[in-house]
């Protein structure tokens, strides 16, 4: 295909208008899958995904992201090639005090409600990390569900707001 120069100039001069607008970085941090599902459309929205930054030599840390499916769904698993292990935690209070527990059915998604996972609640557990976490860079998350395909969401390393 060969662009008229009209057609070129003018796409040049929408780039000069807004600076930035057009190698503006792709938010890598949330993404979306729509299927097709018993004859409707499901679709499902990751967003703001991130991970704290592990202090050196720590074995695990944690992920946390918002999500959203417009079906009843759940959440099934949780991988990742920086860690041995992902999971999904919960947080309960047990003795007066409160623990991670792991969640081995899963995280249900109501159809069409948004769950957030945020510090001292559920959160994405890695364990056994084959290196830190490192504030600027971004852990490639991949989660399974029970009615959709898979997703792959990079999560950006950085501190709590
Ligand atoms: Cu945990």
Redesign the pocket.
Known sequence: MTMKPTVMALFLAACAASIGACNREPDKASTKTVVEKDGAKAVVEIKTAWCRPSPNGAQ?G?CYLTIKSSVANRITGLATPLATEA?I?DMTMANGMMT?TPMPDGLPLEAGKSIELAPGGK?L?LVGLTGPLVEGTSVPLTLTFSATPAMTVQAAVRQPE
Request: glycine fraction near 0%.
């Open positions: 695990a944690a999971a935690h991670m959160h557990m």
